[in-house]
């Protein structure tokens, strides 16, 4: 009989139980995810800085703003890669967005009030401060239409600064920033699309309604293949590019209309899987080597099993779980190169700091997260509509707060929508959201080093 010893099984067994572990995980997956995301991001801004500032400046912005497009009939549509990328790669990233907002509105860390208060009320205060401190540098002209770019929090940097401090901070620290940067998220979508909207078309934007019906109508009737969703998605993010309102936003109808149910509930599943096994057991034969199945009947119930299991998972997860390496390592990168260069000098330097825009964003993504976060939070706290996470206190939400100020991404596309009609102003709000996001990210870790530093040298 061709038996496995006890040392092969271990040796098989020992691997298969570390990946189980990984996959019973998400939140761990996830955070090695923006942890990985946002070293690849900062390589990406280096590079992008390197090449704006180097003879190879003028190739950059040539290929940055070549035009293509297509045409069919009497669409057009044509415009410069950068566009391409920030009006149709950046889709991607908002779906992601809105499958993860939808994922915590329904199961996550917002999906009842007891749990969303906290993190939401200090999101608002870290969305409202920051947009204020930006209005007392700047409460009129050309400038005052970047209001919105202090708003967002950069969830891959700020995620990857605080995984540096390891176990030395609270997990529930790490949940607290998640479900504050999701909020965060929501509130700055928002923003895009109440504020940054241009002239309407109102052709196209009710043939996006349509298309999103068409959507919603599909989650309706129970399918749940991809292929669907993503061919009419094509279409509403079409029809939203003609009509006015920011493309990207269709990323966030498509998530919405995703089907986040799985065909089968956790008791149906279990039944089904068990009763598999057991049938796979009845035909288990003791001559068979344990490498390898005895027969036709257990290979088909192997892949029974794991098309349930497929099943088993919602659109919404795999679609997000799919989408999260895509983003994090592709998506995000390409826009940091393509966005993220901007000319140093001593001179641009100088300018750029004697301008009310660099030092509306600087302190608003400093000062103004950091009071908005954990000043709101401790009212909330105070008042009663929320407590802190087990294992926290108002010192851990500072750190947050600090945090926070990491604006990258979304601060950079909203840059670009508010101040389009004024090149010159995008460079020197960028140049404030890299010098703050910097401080931010220092100043966090620092804090939350001290801070957990003396926790553990307290005397219990």
């Excluded at 540096?164 to 504050?180: C, D, H, I």
Aim: glycine share 8%; net charge neutral; charged share 15%.
């Amino acid at each position: 009989m061709n038996t496995p010893t006890q040392t092969e099984s271990a040796l098989y067994v020992a691997p298969l139980e570390k990946f189980y572990q990984r996959l019973i995980s998400p939140i761990e997956q996830f955070v090695h995810r923006q942890t990985s995301g946002g070293i690849v991001l900062m390589a990406c801004i280096v590079i992008a800085m390197i090449i704006v500032n180097s003879p190879a400046e003028d190739i950059y912005r040539r290929v940055t703003h070549l035009y293509f497009g297509f045409q069919v009939g009497n669409f057009e549509l044509k415009k410069s890669l950068i566009h391409w990328i920030n009006d149709g790669l950046m889709v991607i990233f908002f779906l992601l967005v809105g499958l993860e907002i939808k994922r915590e509105i329904m199961v996550g860390e917002l999906s009842t009030i007891s749990k969303a208060a906290l993190p939401a009320i200090a999101a608002l205060g870290g969305m409202v401060m920051p947009a204020l401190f930006y209005l007392l540098f700047n409460p009129e002209g050309d400038a005052r239409s970047g209001w919105g770019i202090p708003m967002a929090t950069d969830i891959a940097f700020a995620v990857g600064v605080l995984a540096l401090l390891g176990k030395r901070v609270p997990s529930s620290v790490m949940t607290f920033l998640l479900a504050l940067a999701i909020a965060d998220d929501l509130g700055a979508v928002i923003v895009i699309g109440l504020f940054y909207t241009k002239d309407l078309y109102l052709t196209y934007l009710f043939l996006a309604g349509a298309f999103w019906l068409v959507l919603l109508v599909l989650n309706l009737l129970g399918v749940r293949a991809m292929l669907p969703y993503l061919l009419v998605g094509f279409l509403l993010w079409l029809a939203m590019l003609k009509s006015g309102v920011h493309a990207t936003l269709a990323g966030i109808l498509i998530a919405i209309a995703i089907p986040a149910r799985p065909k089968y509930d956790p008791k149906k599943f279990s039944d089904a899987i068990r009763a598999l096994i057991d049938t796979f057991d009845m035909h288990q034969s003791r001559s068979s080597s344990w490498q390898t199945f005895a027969s036709k009947e257990q290979a088909s119930l192997v892949e029974a099993i794991e098309t349930i299991a497929d099943e088993a998972a919602s659109p919404l997860r795999k679609l997000e779980s799919n989408l999260h390496g895509f983003s994090a390592f592709f998506i995000i990168p390409v826009f940091a190169l393509a966005n993220g260069g901007v000319a140093v000098d001593w001179e641009s330097l100088s300018h750029a700091f004697q301008n009310s825009v660099t030092l509306g964003v600087l302190f608003g993504l400093t000062i103004g997260k950091l009071i908005g976060i954990s000043g709101f939070a401790w009212l909330a706290v105070k008042f009663g509509l929320g407590a802190f996470p087990e294992g926290t206190s108002l010192k851990h939400i500072i750190g947050v707060g600090w945090l926070g100020g990491i604006g990258f991404t979304m601060s950079i596309f909203i840059a670009d929508l508010a101040l389009d009609t004024t090149p010159a102003l995008i460079d020197v709000a960028k140049m404030g959201i890299l010098c703050a996001s910097l401080v931010a990210g220092i100043s966090g870790y620092l804090w939350l080093y001290i801070v957990s530093t003396a926790n553990q040298t307290q005397p219990s």
